[in-house]
């Protein structure tokens, strides 16, 4: 299956920006929808931002006009650009990327993001 490797966490203070990366090993022009995922703990993991085959986004009503998700073919890469960071960001993000309507997800392994002054 599908290996995901996410990179670009980190701490940052509320108002920053932080860009995360998700590179799959493999051509994401084959995958139904790609997105990012965020969890806290004690709490249920979250959809941020998704994107279909097509190029449709989806977003979580908190992040909408502060974070956008984008692809890039070439570097099978999908980026989640996350400006305006507030404290209730905090959280480890999750790359997924799903091969069918009905397949199974594919989680890379998290990276940390931090919003703290």
């Known amino acids: 299956q599908v290996q995901l490797v996410e990179s670009g966490g980190g701490l940052v203070q509320p108002g920053g920006s932080l860009r995360l990366s998700c590179v799959a090993s493999e051509s994401i022009s084959s995958m139904f929808a790609m997105g990012w995922y965020r969890q806290v703990p004690g709490k249920q993991r979250e959809l941020v931002a998704s994107?279909?085959?097509?190029?449709?986004?989806n977003y979580a009503d908190s992040v909408k006009g502060r974070f956008t998700i984008s692809r890039d073919h070439a570097k099978n890469t999908v980026v989640l650009q996350m400006n305006s960071l507030k404290s209730e960001d905090t959280a480890v993000y999750s790359c997924?990327?799903?091969?069918?309507?009905?397949?199974?997800?594919?989680w890379g392994q998290g990276t940390q993001v931090i919003v703290s002054s």
């Open positions: 997924m990327s799903r091969r069918s309507a009905f397949g199974s997800m594919v």
């Open positions: 994107m279909s085959r097509g190029g449709t986004t």
